[in-house]
């Protein structure tokens, strides 16, 4: 089996180190990107098994990149999961209607991020 490829786009040092420290220790291979117009061009080449999506980027937020990446018909089966500390009501709600599959909150629980991740991800 192919290690899963996962695109993170996330302008926070601390945040990409936590998760690409996770996810590389599950077997998952990671795809950094660290604004979202870089998340965009590197989906279109990588064309990752999953995408996830900090909220609050710098130049233009993860609502908008979400709305590009599911307008792009080679990605918009791809599952994008919105991780951000934005945790006030309708928040899910607004990154869902911007084309988010799902939400997971920060600060990531290292505890339990896999088992969200891997709830996303297209079963073999």
Known sequence: MMAKRVLYIEDNEQNMYLV???LEKHGYTVIP???GQEGIDRAA???PDLILLDIQLPKMDGHTVARNLRRNPDLAAI???AVTSY???GD???ALEAGCNGYIEKPI???TFIQQVEQHLPKE
């Open 33 to 35: 990107a660290t604004d």
């Open 87 to 89: 945790a006030m009501a």
């Open 109 to 111: 629980n290292p505890d």
């Open 45 to 47: 080449v990588e064309k």
């Open 79 to 81: 599952p994008i999961v």
């Open 20 to 22: 690409t420290f996770l």
């Open 92 to 94: 899910r709600e607004k």
